[in-house]
Nanobody, 114 residues
Framework: QVQLVESGGGLVQPGGSLRLSCEVS????????MKWYRQAPGKERELVAG????????NYAEFVKGQFTISRDNAKNTVYLQMNSLKPEDTAVYYC???????WGQGTQVTVSS
């Protein structure tokens, strides 16, 4: 069973940056396509970005293109989300997930506020 542990969230001012991490265990990480999602208060969970198992291809939601970057380190069983130029509307709980995942981790809270 795949286990997901997200970290790296926090409180940041508008225009700031954060890098989220998601450490994966319980499965061969290098075979997993990974995704980041987010859920803002009162809203549905939405897909933010995805990366293939090898890292050769990435895709992004339109609302984060040019702002967020997804990457992975298969030697560390970790996927990352670099978030730049953060805005208050980026405030949400961020989750990682995968194509073989049956559940969700605890997520990591990102709050963008002055």
């Amino acid at each position: 069973q795949v286990q997901l542990v997200e970290s790296g969230g926090g409180l940041v001012q508008p225009g700031g940056s954060l890098r989220l991490s998601c450490e994966v265990s319980g499965f061969a990480f290098s075979t997993l396509d990974m995704k980041w999602y987010r859920q803002a208060p009162g809203k549905e969970r939405e897909l933010v970005a995805g990366i293939t198992s090898s890292g050769s291809r990435t895709n992004y939601a339109e609302f984060v293109k040019g702002q967020f970057t997804i990457s992975r380190d298969n030697a560390k069983n970790t996927v990352y989300l670099q978030m730049n130029s953060l805005k208050p509307e980026d405030t949400a709980v961020y989750y990682c997930n995968c194509n073989r995942c049956s559940g969700w981790g605890q997520g990591t809270q990102v709050t963008v506020s002055s």
